[in-house]
């Protein structure tokens, strides 16, 4: 493999400059695609064969306003991964900023400081014909990306692969820190001495059994119409796992796989438990607040600690060619994946130890629930858009 990547690395010609006439094309074209002043690409070399990839990436959402790319001078997931691979000289200098020209799909979109164990991702490839071993190309790719994006697995794709659209179920994890669901009220400085009872288990064991099936989620979402036909998403599991000490802070860790999922909903779905438990209301307030009628406020729990675990492609897996690769974690990466789920986890803990976020969150949330409930109510009655998202 060594000597496949040296082969590549003595043909390529030198930097490409960007011209002013590119220039002008980028800025014409930014309505269709945010555009940028492409950096230096690898090689130019026209006799590339273009093929299809997968890339199953996980990431720490910390330093990420969001993974999708957007207009500007906004750090992204996206943003960052077309970069690299502009540089590395797998994007035509033509094709940079224009992603829907290399036919790029991500399977979910992860909202600003929001975790990602595997996201999948796919677009075309400039490849050498030479080499033959995508592990190459895989290596070159890991040793560019910046330190806060992982790079597990890079498998071939059919020409028309969608990540989104072939995507069966996603599986997301939060790790919620204990405190937060406890009904006794104590200061800030006593919180972390709290430990979840077997009774309050039991009793978020219910409330997750009250969201799993299909619902109408308008109530776990920003200013959704529950008429809309997309409010209503299935959940196949929701499973409160046992406790769990990250730097001397008892979480609880909330697993939930659904079909797909609304803006914020996962998040708030974590805000109605702290809602209930810390209030002590009844678990039917949340069949309640999937009523077509009913409009609901429901607390949005802070993004820190959610990380999008993995996502599923079941049905495609059974129905494709036997040439083909599973789209899944390939088995020499699954190491690789463990090890980046522990430093994630761990970088959760941190959150609360060095900055607070889970106990300021929940001092704003005790003060000031009835304000933020009528400011939310107030944003509703005002808006006349659709929520369209995919979670």
């Known amino acids: 493999m060594k000597r496949e990547l040296e082969e590549v690395k003595s043909s390529l010609e030198p930097p490409l400059k960007v011209s002013k006439t590119q220039v002008e094309e980028n800025k014409a074209d930014a309505s269709v695609e945010p555009k940028a002043t492409p950096p230096q690409n690898s090689n130019k070399d026209r006799s590339k064969k273009k093929q299809k990839l997968i890339m199953i990436l996980g990431y720490n959402g910390l ?24 540089e590395l000289g797998f994007i035509a200098e033509s094709n940079y900023g224009k992603l829907q020209k290399i036919g790029f799909s991500r399977a ?48 071939e794709a059919a020409k028309k692969f969608n990540t989104k659209l072939r995507c069966s179920s996603r599986e997301y994890l939060y790790f919620l820190p204990s405190f937060c669901l406890s009904k006794d009220k104590k200061p800030l400085e006593d919180m972390y001495n709290y430990k979840a009872s077997d009774e309050l288990m039991e009793k978020l064991g219910r409330i997750g059994e009250e969201f799993k099936g299909t619902h109408r989620f308008h109530n776990y979402t920003k200013y959704m119409d529950p008429k809309q036909m997309q409010a209503n998403r299935h959940i196949f599991e929701l499973v409160v796992r046992p406790s769990l000490t990250i730097d001397g802070v008892e979480f609880i860790e909330f697993f939930i796989k659904g079909q797909s999922f609304l803006y914020n909903q996962i998040r708030k779905m974590i805000g109605m438990f702290i809602h209930l438990c810390r209030n002590n209301l009844p678990i039917e307030t949340i069949p309640k607040s999937f009523k077509k009628d009913e409009k609901m406020y429901v607390p949005l729990a802070p993004g820190e600690g959610l990380m999008l675990n993995r996502v599923l492609y079941d049905g495609y897996n059974k129905t494709k060619a036997e040439s083909r690769k599973d789209v899944v974690v ?37 003060e000031n629930e009835l304000k933020h409930k009528e400011k939310d109510e107030e944003k509703e009655d005002n808006f006349q858009g659709a929520n369209d998202s995919d979670g």
């Open 63 to 86: 330093d990420f306003v969001g993974s999708q790319k957007q207009s500007g001078d906004i750090r992204t997931v996206e943003s960052e991964l077309e970069k690299t691979l502009y």
């Open 108 to 155: 979910t979109r992860t909202d600003k400081r929001v975790h990602a164990l595997q996201n999948f991702f796919a677009c075309k490839f400039l490849l050498d014909p030479r080499v033959k071993d995508l592990k190459v190309y895989k290596e070159q790719i890991k040793a560019a990306l910046p330190k806060d994006i992982r790079l597990f697995s890079l498998i």
């Open 330 to 366: 390939q088995k020499e990466d699954e190491g690789e994946v463990e090890e980046f789920k522990n430093e994630l986890i761990e970088c959760i803990g941190k959150q609360e130890v060095e900055h607070k976020v889970f106990s300021k969150w929940l001092k704003d949330f005790d």
